[in-house]
């Protein structure tokens, strides 16, 4: 008997845990919604490094502006001065979030407070703010905010939670260089970074999104100091940057496109137009409009969002070159917005010519490489129903089958419609069947391999998640594949596993065999997280990969190759 009560409780136990659970991930999807449609969001930089903007004592500073008084060195009591030049007049909140708007932005980012501690906001807890401190004497944070919610865009406010250059105890980077920055970290916390944190969580009505950046120093224990707070915001969308092991609602890959997307995760790319986030007036690097729109493109078709940087004036004006960047973004996506918002990730592993997102029967290849033939591979065994290019809907496209590689084609125009990202609809019946990669079911011999669970038959698994890794002491490694008969090949994939900022790199040599000798198609150095190369078609039964890593075994997450699409 007691065995059946004990039976019975873990069962409905059980049903309760799992009920409390599908409520849990229903809440979190409610949450994330609108965040996982909006795929498009403008970051913004702005504080008293915007003054210097780049320049200290004469001197050009390098690194991005934001972080000048760190780079510099600059003593506080020469750089607090600077806000006594940080006089915003020209700031127009209304017509910053319409110009976002037009440019297909669906929320704003904003620094409330970056590393040098300023508050852009009316802080009760430090005089270091701009209504204290500088001539402007208004919350800069408060109008913004306003604007958004007129205009139906989604407000966040980046927090530094755990750097701060300005006030005793304060964390920084490379260690503190003025005495007065000296203190303890936890009743910095407790004094100015909580309560300000409760300041704007408060102050304006709920917001969207609070991220948090550099978790230097925060411990398991530091970071739980905000959660009380955070609890009572339950809507309220925060990143992985808090510290002490909290995971956040999205990860955060900064100013790159991870190759394989983060799976199970919510993710965000954030990234420069050129290569500083607070204002340089000297910055003139800057990515131009066709790389920023097929960024966007990359990244939603992993599944990801994109946050893309302004660094406004100390007078409180957006750089030109960022307004027009953002106008040809809003131009590309006003034609193609259906490809953009509200899709999910790619089908495919890899499309040689471009991108592809997708919308329930409908996926949007997105063209970069336009076909000099015309003819548009699909990769994919399902009928095809419908395609047309979404710049032009009422006008189908024929489509036929190529069934030695299990494609469909569709037979573009001659004349490239549009020369960065030309998107061709496809309606499809079913769900999408992809067909095999040429590779797949075929293992690589190896040179070495670490051990079994990093082994050869990682490679070529189509599997971006395991990894192959040879020796500990090999530095040339080489990996061959038998296709057991002639093949056509044009594109290789690379995917490696680290993070750009590990500074890993691999130099890669694709080559093929024609009788004794191999031949090379492709040398690419990789900078971590791999590449893809098209080439003219090589038609060959052998191919193989030598993978030179100066530093450390080489090591890849994926090997692939394909033909003409
Ligand atoms: O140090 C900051 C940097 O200034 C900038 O704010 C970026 C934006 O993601 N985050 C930090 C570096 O990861």
């Known amino acids: 008997m007691k065995k059946i009560i004990v039976q019975i409780v873990s069962i409905v136990l059980a049903i309760s845990c799992a009920h409390a659970q599908s409520n849990d991930s229903t809440a979190e999807a409610n949450k994330m919604k609108w965040w996982k449609d909006a795929k498009f969001g403008m970051f913004i930089h702005w504080g008293v490094y915007s003054v210097l903007a780049g320049t200290y004592e004469g001197k050009r500073i390098p690194g991005p502006g934001e972080w000048i008084m760190n780079t510099a060195k600059i003593p506080i009591d020469k750089y ?7 006089n915003p007049v020209k700031y127009d909140p209304e017509a910053w979030v319409k110009m976002a708007k037009d440019a297909g932005v669906k929320y704003i980012v904003i620094t409330s ?3 040098d501690g300023f508050a852009l906001f009316d802080s009760k807890v430090t005089d270091w703010n701009i209504v204290d401190a500088t001539p402007y004497g208004k919350d800069l944070l408060k109008p913004l905010f306003a604007a958004c919610r007129k205009e139906g865009i989604k407000i966040g406010f980046y927090y530094s939670q755990a750097q701060d250059w300005n006030h005793p105890g304060g964390a920084a980077i490379n260690g503190h260089w003025d005495k007065a920055q000296d203190g303890g970290m936890d009743a910095y916390l407790d004094t100015i970074a909580v309560p300000q944190v409760k300041e704007i969580l408060s102050n304006y009505g709920d917001i969207d999104i609070l991220w948090w950046d550099t978790p230097e120093d925060m411990t398991k224990a530091r970071a739980e100091k ?8 339950p809507n309220l969308i925060t990143n992985n940057r808090l510290g002490g092991g909290f995971k ?7 100013q790159f496109v991870p190759s394989t997307g983060f799976p199970g995760r919510n993710w965000e790319t954030c990234m420069t137009m050129n290569d500083t986030w607070g204002y340089k007036s000297y910055d003139t690097n800057w990515k131009s409009s066709k790389t920023l729109i097929r960024n966007l493109t990359e990244i939603v078709s992993k ?3 994109f946050l893309l940087n302004v660094g406004p004036t100390a007078e409180g004006e957006i750089p030109q070159a960022s307004i027009e960047r953002l106008a040809a973004m809003g131009k590309w996506l006003h034609v193609n917005k259906e490809s953009i ?6 089908p495919f592993p890899y ?14 290849l997105h063209v970069f490489d336009y076909p000099s033939n015309g003819s548009l591979g699909v990769p994919m065994t399902n009928k095809i129903t419908k395609a047309y290019l979404l710049a032009d809907p009422m006008k189908p496209l024929l489509v036929t089958i190529r069934k030695e590689n299990k494609h469909s084609v569709i037979h573009l125009p001659k004349k490239v419609p549009d020369s960065i990202n030309t998107v061709v609809v496809v309606e499809f019946k079913g769900e999408p069947v992809v067909s095999p990669s040429p590779m797949e079911g075929i293992e690589a011999v190896v040179s070495s391999q670490n051990s079994a669970s990093e082994g050869a038959r990682n490679l070529t698994d189509g599997n971006r998640l395991t990894r192959w890794t040879s020796a500990n002491t090999e530095r040339n490694a080489t990996a061959t594949v038998d296709f057991k008969k002639p093949v056509v090949i044009s594109t290789v994939v690379f995917d490696e596993p680290w993070h750009p900022w590990n500074n890993k790199k691999q130099n890669l040599t694709l080559q093929y065999k024609t009788g004794t000798i191999w031949k090379t198609i492709v040398k690419k150095t990789t900078k971590g997280i791999g590449g893809k190369e098209n080439f003219k078609p090589v038609i060959a039964q052998y191919f193989r990969l030598l993978i030179e890593n100066k530093d450390e075994a080489p090591s890849l997450l994926e090997w692939q190759m394909y033909g003409p699409e």
């Not at 905000?226 to 915001?233: A, D, G, R, T, V």
């Not at 918002?341 to 790619?346: E, I, L, N």
């Open 303 to 305: 599944g990801g969002n």
């Open 226 to 233: 905000f959660i009380p707070i955070l609890n009572q915001h």
């Open 351 to 364: 499309l040689s010519y471009g991108r592809c997102t997708r919308k329930g029967q409908k996926l949007y």
């Open 248 to 254: 956040g609602d999205t990860e955060t890959p900064e």
């Open 80 to 86: 607090k001065p600077y806000a006594k030049q940080f």
């Open 113 to 115: 407070k970056h590393h």
């Open 341 to 346: 918002y509200g899709t999910t990730a790619s």
